[in-house]
């Protein structure tokens, strides 16, 4: 050979021969340990293992949520039950005073109701005004939540702050303002109106027509949920990749197309749970009605919450006002399942 170690040179490759053999040693012995406790995890982790922990986790949900849900039923359910005997029972002033004791009637007062052409037209007020508020709600929502979108950033956080002075109006106040603008004596409403050629609105009642007074109400429910709605679905909307909207637009989809096929399905569970909560909110409607017609409310007014107030507190026959308050309950079980069913939807899609 033309090279040969010398000594010194050949004492160094055996210590780094010997060296090499200790690093191979130990990552040799590294393997073998964890090579032994995966086979000894191995079993712990078997089919059976797999299949409880997965049903643990589908239940958990429902664990978490049953503190929630006790305290619920413990706030509401006697109050619903004492209403559940109550409209079974022929309950009036002599009872509630205790000077005579309650009958029972069973199903007489639901009877009654049901074949009453007063509590059907309440119901008739009640289903109208709801489908026509909330439509017309969700859509100056969603215009709003859109324009909010475009405008710049100072504009947007204008929108939001009247939106949110709005939204912290109490109702009883928001409904006394309504009043005043639309009194027939000094009400703004009138005076603007009035202004127009060939308009005459002086002292004009907008609540002797049936017809100008739902108007009226609506105005003032769309108005009082707008602000909630807008900023609701600004937030779905903003949530949109952007990614989505560039390639839509680059494509040539027009600004309906970008809306109807990338938009909106993708804010759809969220429009339906917003929907569904304004369908339970203005199916309840008392207050406005209530503050409007002064505590009063005609015959062409009533809605199922003041019909049920009327029927027990001012003609004092609280068994038929429990039994209007019963059927409110039955008609919205629905709409809240519907909810529910949406928000667990929603869950599933972000799991």
């Keep these: 050979p033309l090279w040969r170690p010398t000594a010194r040179q050949g004492s160094m490759a055996g210590v780094q021969r010997f060296r090499f053999g200790e690093e191979r040693a130990a990552v040799s012995m590294t393997l073998t340990r964890t090579s032994g406790d995966v086979q000894r995890q191995t079993p712990l982790a078997g089919p059976g293992r797999v299949r409880r922990r997965r049903r643990s986790e589908r239940f958990l949900p429902y664990l978490l949520a049953l503190p929630a849900v006790a305290l619920v039923i413990g706030l509401l359910g006697y109050p619903l039950y004492r209403m559940i005997v ?5 309950y009036e002033r002599p009872q509630l005073w205790g000077l005579r004791p309650a009958s029972w009637v069973g199903l007489g007062n639901y009877t009654h109701l049901l074949t009453d052409r007063v509590f059907w037209a309440v119901v008739q007020h009640t289903a109208v005004f709801t489908v026509v508020s909330v439509a017309i709600s969700v859509v100056l929502g969603m215009a709003v939540a859109l324009l909010m979108g475009r405008v710049s950033r100072w504009a947007r956080y204008l929108m939001t702050s009247a939106l949110m002075l709005v939204w912290a109006m109490p109702q009883l106040v928001s409904s006394q303002v309504f ?31 049936p017809a100008q007074g739902w108007t009226v109400i609506t105005a003032l429910v769309v108005w009082q949920g707008l602000p909630f709605l807008a900023i609701t679905m600004h937030a779905g909307l903003s949530q949109v990749p952007k990614d989505l909207v560039e390639a839509a637009t680059v494509d040539g989809a027009g600004a309906w197309r970008v809306f109807a096929s990338v938009r909106l399905p993708i804010v759809r569970p969220l429009l339906g749970i917003v929907t569904t909560l304004s369908v339970i909110w203005n199916f309840q409607l008392f207050t406005q009605v209530w503050t409007l017609r002064f505590g009063k409310p005609e015959p062409s007014y009533q809605t199922l919450s003041t019909y049920a107030y009327t029927q027990a507190f001012e003609s004092g026959r609280y068994g ?8 409110t309950v039955i008609l919205m079980l629905g709409v809240t399942a519907f909810y529910i069913r949406q928000m667990f939807r929603v869950g599933e899609a972000e799991a």
């Design 320 to 327: 038929l006002g429990a039994a209007v308050s019963i059927i």
């Design 179 to 209: 009043i005043w603008m639309i009194d027939a004596d000094f009400g703004v409403v009138n005076w603007l109106i009035d202004q127009l050629p060939g308009v005459n609105f002086f002292k004009h009642s907008w609540f002797a027509d």
């Design 86 to 90: 109550v409209s079974l029972q022929q």
